[in-house]
């Protein structure tokens, strides 16, 4: 495959003010923060603020690498975010099928990267295989690393504003608290 491909942003909306998330894709509590991204955007406004996602996948969230690099490919397909994001919210709806049982026991062990890549396919109805498989997608994956490293971000999920990391927002806030952050 030709060094062509362009990963596309995570970012929505478009205004001054930049929420951060670095999540996890298959952690229960950045699924939940994943989940509450749309609301927060629509309430905090498209023009006041960005939401930008990287992936800081975790060790022991064993299938992580194979999702984060499927999410990262979708990203290089037609649609780049909003594909990416069918992928993200296929393994945010489905999550029991992207995990282990307490991080090691489970009929997931016997999942092959091959047998998670088509479950993340049948889940989005997105053809991942080609994207998945470009030689040098890792180096869009090992900026999103670099960048978690960089800014000191070691669990997910962790938010910056503007710049600044902010130990004392979650994934359990409610929304509307998310957004007083930014008035």
């Not at 909306?13 to 955007?41: A, I, N, Q």
């Not at 023009?47 to 990262?72: D, E």
């Not at 990267?113 to 993340?120: A, E, F, G």
Request: glycine letters at 6%; aromatic letters at 8%; proline letters at 6%.
């Amino acid at each position: 495959m030709a060094n062509d491909w362009h990963a596309d942003p995570l970012v929505w909306g478009h205004g001054p003010r930049l929420l951060e998330v670095f999540l996890e894709p298959t952690c229960p509590f950045s699924v939940k923060t994943f989940h509450k991204l749309d609301d927060f955007l629509a309430q905090a406004g498209e023009s006041k603020v960005s939401v930008r996602i990287w992936f800081n996948s975790q060790p022991w969230h064993l299938l992580s690498p194979i999702v984060t690099r499927a999410i990262v490919a979708a990203s290089t397909l037609d649609g780049g975010k909003e594909t990416a994001k069918r992928i993200m919210a296929a393994v945010a709806n489905r999550r029991e099928e992207f995990v282990f049982e307490n991080h090691s026991t489970g009929p997931n062990r016997d999942a092959t990267p091959n047998d998670v890549l088509k479950r993340l396919e049948e889940a989005s109805g997105v053809a991942l295989t080609q994207a998945f498989e470009i030689p040098d997608l890792d180096s869009e994956i090992k900026r999103h690393t670099k960048y978690a490293r960089q800014n000191g971000i070691h669990s997910t999920p962790t938010f910056m504003i503007d710049g600044l990391v902010e130990p004392g927002m979650g994934s359990g806030d409610k929304v509307a608290e998310w957004v007083k952050r930014f008035e």
